[in-house]
């Protein structure tokens, strides 16, 4: 059985024809390594190194679990830090090679969303919410909330994706133009 990335499910969100291109027809993005993704990599070591022992009492962590890798029924990914915090809840934190800039993009709050169910697949926890480092803006962590209806859009979007894949099904573009300009998939994608 397949399981998806928060990646997946993100480029699903953005098109739902990068599951077409990619995963039905099987041609590949070639997008490179970017320096962010690269640099992000980088301080992502550096951070679970030096943090092993820091707990952010602030927001009430008890305990907290590095660099989990986690699989469930659909999903799998790598979370930064899972969190237990007082109330028994848990959440993920995710450091983030970038600037805050007063707005938390969809991609980030979807990545929180899958691991936040990946956490309550595997711990059997509830999550409420998620938290980011902006390592480029002095680390400043960011509260990020999740409710039932996030996490059921992210079910939903696998379910999809999963159908597309298994169907062989063409779906519908974006209905968002703007995205097509920057596309991987632009040259061979029916307008």
Not at 14 to 43: D, M, S
Not at 58 to 67: A, R, S, T
Not at 123 to 140: A, D, N, Q
């Amino acid at each position: 059985m397949m399981t998806l990335t928060p990646s997946h499910i993100i480029e699903y969100l953005y098109c739902p024809r990068f599951t077409y291109f990619e995963y039905v027809l099987t041609i590949p993005q070639y997008e490179e390594k970017n320096y962010k993704v690269l640099k992000g990599r980088e301080i992502h070591d550096q951070k679970l190194e030096r943090n092993k022992e820091y707990l952010r009492k602030k927001i009430g962590v008890q305990e907290k679990h590095l660099d989990q890798y986690l699989t469930g029924h659909s999903l799998r990914g790598k979370v930064d830090e899972v969190l237990m915090l007082q109330d028994g809840s848990m959440a993920p934190l995710d450091y983030k090679f970038a600037q805050y800039k007063e707005k938390i993009y969809d991609t980030y709050r979807t990545q929180l969303i899958c691991y936040a169910l990946l956490i309550e697949e595997n711990f059997g926890k509830e999550v409420h919410k998620g938290f980011l480092v902006y390592t480029r803006s002095k680390h400043k962590l960011v509260e990020v909330s999740i409710d039932p209806v996030d996490k059921e859009k992210v079910v939903n979007a696998a379910e999809d994706i999963f159908a597309i894949i298994q169907e062989n099904r063409f779906p519908n573009a974006t209905k968002f133009k703007r995205r097509c300009v920057d596309c991987t998939y632009r040259n061979i994608c029916i307008k």
